[in-house]
Each structure stands twice: as structure tokens, then as C-alpha cells.
């Protein structure tokens, strides 16, 4: 059974759009007829920036969402181009891991925090009064470790953590008005794990298109009745 959405005459903001799983969800609400804004402090002129930046129905902005000043500035300009915004989709995030707590620099606490929680945290902040108005929805992505402490990636977790809870909370201050929920993906099947994980079965492995479906999902009509929801999107991973 396949599924299409229709999201003409809508606007989706994506962050962190230049990678794997951003990238992805950028081009999937492209395909289903939304002009998506897409965002990411990487120039869409360099290498590792996945997503093509000329093809139709996307336009690139750039700036670091750490920083709330890039933030208003961003949203200012993208609901000046397309009169407002319908959907935003908060993937941008990264991992670090592979010590214990104590043995953790301060710096990758800061950094971990800043970029999985301080971008949804800033980005979240900024759409909603544009999304009140269209009874929009947001999706961010926080992550399966979320759920439990594990060894060695424990500031990752915990800023994943932050997404859930953020997302619970968004739903609950905007009934009515603002869907939020988050997906939680494992290990998504991208180059970069492959390189990571040479040896490990990457036929489990969820790929970035079948996350970027739930993530349409969750903001089509089809799932006008669930906010504040953690959807699992990690397969067999």
C-alpha cells in the first residue's frame, strides 16, 4: 500500500536540511507540493551539504540556529518570502559520544545542548506565533536513547531527553492551535554510520526517506487528532 500527501500552498520550514535525514524530509515535503524553506549553518555550496539547493520548490536560507538573533533574523526573512509558515520540522542535531560522565569535557555538554536542544528550543519559539495562525504543527527529532541512560553517550541522551520534553510541553501550551510531536529513530542509514559501523547489518537500519514519511505524517490532516506524541521510527534497528 502506498501513501501520498498533499501539502500544496503550504509552507515547511526544515532545519538542519543540509543533512542526511534533513535533507530527506526537505525533499519529501517538496515532492508532496510544499515550498519548503530549509536551513542549516552549512553553505549549500559545500560538500556535505546533501540537499540540492536548485531544485524546485526549495529555497535555502542559512544561519546558525544557536544563536537567537540568526533565529528571528531566518524566520523573519522566510515568512516575508512566503507570507507565513504552516509546518516545521526541527531536525537539526548531531552525536558525540564514547566516554563517561566524568571523563566528559564541558565543552561537549555545551555543544551537544546548544545543537539538539537549543536549535528545536529556539526554532520551536519562533514558529509557533507564525503557526498559531495556521493551526500548524511541529516535528522534532529526538531519539530512541532517549528513553534510558546508557554508557558513554549520556549528554547525547540527555539533550534528546530535552526534545521530548519540550515537545510535551508545546503540545500542552497550544491545544487547539499547535500540533508538536517528536519521531525517536535509532541508527538511521546514512553514509557517515556506515563509515562509522562497517560491520554492522545495515539491512536493519532505518533509512532517512522512511523517517521523512512519518514526519509528513504526523503533520498532514491524518494525524490532526495526536500532539504531544513520541513516535518510535527505528524498524528493527
Request: proline share 4%; glycine share 10%.
Amino acid at each position: 500500500m502506498s501513501v501520498t500527501f498533499d501539502f500544496s500552498d503550504d509552507v515547511a520550514v526544515v532545519t538542519g536540511a543540509g543533512g542526511a535525514l534533513g535533507s530527506a524530509v526537505a525533499a519529501a515535503f517538496a515532492d508532496a507540493g510544499a515550498t519548503v524553506a530549509t536551513v542549516d549553518i552549512v553553505e549549500p555550496d559545500s560538500e556535505d551539504f546533501l540537499l540540492d539547493p536548485d531544485r524546485e520548490a526549495v529555497e535555502v536560507y542559512q544561519g546558525d540556529f544557536t544563536d537567537e538573533r540568526e533565529v528571528e533574523r531566518v524566520f523573519g526573512e522566510i515568512v516575508a518570502d512566503h507570507g507565513g509558515i504552516d509546518h516545521l520540522a526541527n531536525v537539526a542535531g548531531t552525536w558525540r559520544g564514547g566516554t563517561p560522565i566524568d571523563e566528559t569535557e564541558a565543552a561537549t555538554f555545551e555543544f551537544l545542548m546548544n545543537v539538539n536542544l537549543k536549535t528545536m528550543f529556539l526554532a520551536s519559539k519562533h514558529a509557533i506565533p507564525h503557526l498559531r495562525e495556521r493551526d500548524g504543527a511541529i516535528v522534532s527529532v529526538s531519539a530512541r536513547s532517549s528513553l534510558e541512560g546508557g554508557e558513554g553517550d549520556g549528554i547525547y541522551r540527555a539533550s534528546k531527553a530535552g526534545v521530548r520534553i519540550l515537545t510535551e510541553t508545546i503540545a500542552e501550551e497550544n491545544p487547539g492551535e499547535v500540533r508538536a510531536n517528536a519521531v525517536m529513530p535509532s541508527v538511521i542509514d546514512t553514509p557517515m554510520n556506515r563509515e562509522m559501523m562497517p560491520d554492522a547489518d545495515h539491512e536493519q537500519w532505518v533509512k532517512p526517506s522512511e523517517i521523512a514519511e512519518v514526519v509528513l505524517f504526523l503533520c498532514s490532516d491524518a494525524a490532526g487528532v495526536t500532539s504531544g506524541a513520541a513516535v518510535p521510527v527505528y524498524g528493527e534497528a
